[in-house]
């Protein structure tokens, strides 16, 4: 199993990352690259995504790339049937794809929440399908990482407030204990990223809002300084490393917001003993 892998021992294997064609997905694709891994990459802006491709191929990785629209099951399956096709096998599927719109729950349409459910949830929900049975029917080893974020392991104060990004990232980290359960038997492990900020263009994700949610809009919101930020690429190799530790919950900012956990844990427990 992977808790058992050695960063020598990527080389060779093959990662699926999607949103791999910039911020958080491109640092884990150029982490994995360095490893020597082979890669199959999957993202709904289809040019964008063949630069990076063509980038890490340069740097010497072998690399399958196709867009792809993960709210879109069939798209989905149509990422996994090119990577087997190609390689066979697919040792760790990065369910990294997400969106963020800020709005409070006032604010917000259906036409929002579907699009953010549908991508930051139904997302990873489409990877697991189809890939996890053809996983299990692999002979080499597989790992499945779903990324959430600090928001979905403690309510983060916005301004503005991003409550359907919160929802979803708290669904994901659901998802993903349960999931944890289900494939262990199958010898395949779970984990789940929850960063802090990164240098990425989510606050900027309704420029790929598809035409069925309402198409692409400005949302006018400034993301966070870049001080304030983690380079994607330090926080792709943070992965990996959590990932070859053994790590179901991966916190690449170790000490953020860890008061607020402390906080909403002793919280939870005093209200659990305080009806008995």
Not at 245 to 252: A, D, E, L, Q, R
Request: glycine share 10%; with cysteine; charged share 25%.
């Amino acid at each position: 199993m992977i808790e058992d892998w050695t960063m020598q021992e990527l080389a060779g294997r093959v990662a699926a990352i999607t949103g791999a064609a910039s911020g958080l997905g491109e640092g884990i694709a150029r982490a994995c690259q360095q490893a020597g891994m082979r890669l199959v990459l999957g993202d709904i802006d289809g040019e964008r995504l063949e630069h990076v491709a063509s980038a890490l191929r340069a740097a010497g990785a072998e690399v399958v790339a196709a867009p792809t629209d993960v709210s879109d099951a069939a798209s989905f399956e149509e990422l996994a049937a090119r990577a087997y096709e190609a390689f066979g096998e697919v040792n760790v599927l990065f369910n990294n794809a997400g969106v963020m719109r800020v709005g409070t729950i006032e604010e917000s349409t259906d036409s929002d929440w579907r699009w953010l459910l549908d991508v930051n949830l139904l997302g990873p929900v489409h990877g697991i399908q189809a890939f996890l049975p053809r996983m299990r029917e692999q002979e080499g080893d597989a790992h499945i990482v779903n990324t959430a974020s600090m928001a979905g392991v403690v309510a983060l104060p916005t301004s503005p407030s991003n409550v359907s990004y919160c929802a979803s990232k708290f669904a994901v980290v659901g998802l993903s204990e349960v999931l944890r359960e289900e494939v262990a038997p199958h010898g395949i492990g779970v984990s789940v990223i929850c960063p802090g900020p990164v240098q990425t263009r989510i606050f900027q994700s309704e420029r790929n809002r598809p035409e069925r949610y309402g198409g692409p809009e400005q949302s006018g919101v400034a993301a966070l300084h870049d001080d304030e930020r983690m380079d994607p690429r330090e926080c792709g190799q943070r992965i990996l490393r959590g990932l070859q530790s053994g790590h179901f919950y991966i916190f690449t900012h170790q000490q953020r917001h860890r008061e607020r956990i402390e906080q909403r844990s002793r919280e939870m427990l005093a209200d659990f003993e305080g009806l008995g």
